[in-house]
């Protein structure tokens, strides 16, 4: 069935350093794409989204890129703020009218 | 604009109490959906809703039950409430399913049953 897999947390990076999370999906179909992001006491939020193969979605310094050979969909951020700790979540719409998510993966930049 | 309003924030529920949780969302969107956030699970669809008056079951349905009787609203409901359903509660609501599809968020209830 349709599933999302994202790098397990916590991660824990210093300020302006490199960010990776990783994302790997199943789906039948051609789904689109999202990472959503997750404050503190909070809803999730979308943070980009890519609809086809090789689109690259972009937010706030954050990127990530369909990639329908890999079945990815990886965010990075090239230089992370204290304010971009939160829980980041994967998913994509699959073929059962459902958004899937990842299990998130908690991000905490320290100063 | 609201948005997506969830109903009540918190709550403590004695085991085999029942309750009723509130999504209202003001963008006349077709699909709601009730999820439920565990530690190191994610989120896990209980129930959805693609438009008014229809419901259906989703990855954890079990305990619960949900209506959608007017369009803005849509309702998740614990009969005998158990401890493994602590748990924060979130409600989604999207406009179309195709590829452009966004799911809007409430911020959540935190249920706690003891």
Redesign the interface.
């Known amino acids: 069935g349709d599933s999302v897999t994202q790098m397990e947390g916590p991660v824990t990076l210093s300020e302006e350093a490199f960010l990776t999370i990783n994302c790997t999906y199943t789906a039948t179909g051609y789904p689109s794409l999202f990472w959503y992001v997750q404050y503190p006491g909070e809803g999730l939020q979308l943070l980009l989204k890519a609809t086809k193969a090789d689109d690259k979605g972009s937010n706030k310094g954050f990127e990530a890129t369909y990639r329908k050979e890999t079945t990815s969909f990886h965010l990075e951020k090239g230089s992370v703020q204290v304010s971009d700790s939160a829980v980041y979540f994967c998913g994509h719409s699959g073929s059962a009218r459902q958004l899937t998510f990842g299990s998130g993966t908690q991000l905490t930049v320290l100063p | 604009n609201a948005g ?1 309003t969830q109903t009540p924030k918190f709550r403590v529920l004695k085991t085999g109490q029942s309750m009723t949780l509130l999504c209202a969302q003001d963008m006349n969107h077709e ?1 709601m ?1 009730w ?1 439920r956030q565990d530690p ?4 896990r ?1 209980i129930h ?1 809703s ?1 438009g008014e008056g229809t419901t ?1 079951k ?1 990855e954890v349905p079990d305990g619960y039950n949900v209506s959608r009787l007017k369009k803005q609203n849509f309702l998740l409901g614990l009969e005998s409430a158990a401890p493994s359903q602590t748990s924060v509660y ?1 409600c ?1 609501s ?1 406009q179309d ?1 195709g ?5 809007f ?4 209830t935190r249920l706690t049953v003891v």
């Open positions: 997506v699909y959906y999820y190191g699970m994610g989120l669809l959805y693609v259906a989703g979130f989604a999207s399913r590829r452009d599809t966004e799911a968020f409430g911020q959540g």
